[in-house]
């Protein structure tokens, strides 16, 4: 079995390495990568990867965040040029884990049923929460309890992601939260697997986020204004001076962690943790 993961990326210095590491790690065999306009060192960071002959890099000069078009243009090439069994279509944000102890995403999805043409994975939020960790430390070590309640900022639970079978027709929805064929939606059927989601690692990245993202879909004539509703929400607010104030609504304090933690809306999840910190050892990386 090969596994082909697709990544849109923009801008993903903090979190780029360790997706990689992670997913390599896990059973994934080659990684195909659209990069739109990054301005920090990712193009540093994918052309190492490339050199390693594990990475493919696209360049993708628009900046209308046409994320349809790039990601089904990936998940094609997966099918065509490169072999794949299995496709999954993520962000740099997005950790593929399974939840069998021990499993690798090979193990996952060879035990999934043959006529399974494609799966649809819930994923699970890890606010950003107050720590005695400096904010130069990594987004893992300081960001380790998952929202069991995970919403997204227009207060709608957090939708799930889709990996299918490699196909060269396939079209993949905006989002990464569906796919088609032929044009009829193709049926999900489920794994043992959960996306382990960093949306938010500091303010500074949140805001360029929303920057370059909100101002892409502003400026996209050809999307429906529903769609990428929580990008468009969020620039408006950038727009309005009121952006520090949703990283607060989307960030617990003191108070609310303690609480939250009480209740058991948050929950002490270390695994993504522990899993980079055994890479990092055996790589020899320790900082």
């Not at 805001?207 to 969020?234: C, D, E, F």
Request: proline share 6%; glycine share 4%.
């Amino acid at each position: 079995m090969k596994i082909v993961m697709t990544l849109l990326v923009r801008d993903e210095q903090d979190i780029l390495r360790e997706n990689l590491d992670f997913h390599l790690s896990r059973g994934v065999d080659f990684i195909i990568v659209t990069d739109n306009l990054s301005r920090d060192s990712t193009p540093a960071i994918l052309d190492e990867y490339r050199r390693r002959g594990v990475v493919r890099v696209l360049h993708e000069p628009q900046d209308d965040y046409m994320q349809t078009a790039w990601v089904t243009r990936m998940a094609r090439l997966a099918a065509t040029e490169h072999c794949a069994d299995w496709v999954i279509n993520s962000d740099a944000d997005e950790f593929w884990f399974p939840d069998i102890p021990g499993a690798s995403l090979k193990d996952v999805f060879a035990s999934s049923a043959a006529a399974m043409a494609a799966v649809s994975v819930e994923r699970v939020n890890f606010p950003v929460v107050p720590t005695s960790l400096p904010l130069s430390a990594p987004f893992f070590e300081r960001l380790t309890l998952r929202d069991t309640q995970s919403i997204q900022a227009v207060g709608k639970p957090l939708p799930p992601k889709v990996a299918h079978r490699a196909n060269p027709l396939i079209e993949v929805a905006q989002g990464n939260h569906a796919v088609r064929c032929d044009g009829a939606v193709v049926d999900c059927g489920a794994v043992p697997l959960t996306i382990l989601h960093f949306p938010i690692r500091s303010y500074a990245q949140f805001h360029n986020k929303i920057q370059l993202g909100g101002a892409a879909y502003a400026r996209n004539t050809k999307l429906r204004p529903s769609v990428g509703a929580t990008w468009r929400i969020l620039y408006q607010a950038l727009l309005d001076g009121r952006l520090p104030e949703e990283f607060r609504r989307l960030n617990p304090d003191d108070g609310e962690v303690d609480a939250q933690v009480s209740s058991g809306r948050l929950q002490h999840d270390v695994r993504l943790r522990d899993a980079l910190r055994l890479i990092r050892e055996s790589s020899g990386r320790l900082q």
